[in-house]
């Protein structure tokens, strides 16, 4: 079964850390039905969704993505680039521990689930301000035996590897290719984000539809232009605290617990 982790929206999150878009006053009613709809349309798409409580003094706890990545065979525990957000780790983790084998990547390596995208068996990771080479060399320590691959990807114009390009499936990617380096990515197709939607590059690809925010419409355009169902939902409030839709949920299929 498709399982989908995530947090309610801490009240603090009006002190989220932000690092390439400016602080604009926060209305937490609206993040929260936001993200409750988010939620919903998980669900919907067939996922089962296992919300975890806020977490009061952790203000960027709702993006689950960041502290772990999930695999078929393990978790994989992140030291997170931000020191005030590595506490947001050990409940996200608790709640792992029921569904996966838990390895972790330690300090001084750092990494964060936003800067891994993965395809198939390769995992596309991000060097930015919040993942660095010893936190990348540690994660293809831990896969190699795995079979996974793991290729490191400079990127300078965003906070996030997938700020800047996700997989959309059909070996498509959605990017705005003027924020890293898109040559480890090559052979793939490309649907680059429109020029005035710099920030359109991360979209959640699940049960063959892509989730899309609303903010984007001409890039949304580009998207089912090449032949994508596309769903669009209202994030304009989470979007203030520099969230996507990738982050705030990690997905993975549930296995039997014998099997782990």
């Known amino acids: 079964m498709l399982t989908a982790i995530t947090r309610a929206v801490s009240p603090a999150i009006v002190h989220c850390e932000l690092s390439f878009i400016d602080r604009k006053p926060m209305d937490l009613a609206v993040a929260e039905e936001q993200h409750h709809s988010y939620e919903k349309l ?7 969704v296992i919300s975890l409580p806020a977490e009061s003094a952790l203000p960027d706890s709702m993006f689950v ?3 772990a990545i999930v695999l078929d065979e393990l978790a994989v525990i992140l030291p997170l680039g931000t020191e005030t957000r590595r506490r947001e780790a050990e409940s996200l983790a608790h709640a792992l521990s029921r569904f996966r084998k838990l390895e972790y990547v ?3 390596g750092t990494l964060e689930g936003g800067d891994v995208l993965r395809i198939d068996r390769r995992l596309f990771v991000g060097l930015t301000q919040r993942s660095n080479a010893e936190g990348v060399r540690q994660l293809a320590a831990i896969l190699a035996p795995h079979n996974y691959e793991v290729i490191a ?3 300078t114009g965003c906070l996030h590897l997938k700020s800047a390009v996700t997989h959309l499936g059909r ?3 959605l990017a705005n290719r003027a924020w890293f380096d898109s040559a480890p990515l090559a052979g793939h197709e490309w649907i680059d984000v429109d020029p005035a939607e710099p920030h359109a590059a991360n979209a959640l690809a699940l049960g063959g539809t892509i989730i899309f925010p609303a ?3 001409r890039t949304r355009a580009r998207i089912e232009g090449r032949g994508f169902s596309v769903t669009s939902i209202d994030i304009s409030e989470l979007q203030k605290a520099e969230s ?3 982050c ?9 617990s014998d099997s782990r």
């Open 42 to 48: 998980l669900g919907k798409l067939g996922a089962r």
């Open 65 to 67: 993505e960041d502290p």
């Open 106 to 108: 330690s300090l001084p």
């Open 153 to 155: 990807v400079l990127v």
């Open 171 to 173: 070996n498509t990617l």
């Open 215 to 217: 903010s984007f419409p």
């Open 244 to 246: 996507g839709l990738t």
């Open 248 to 256: 705030s949920s990690l997905l993975f299929e549930e296995k039997n």
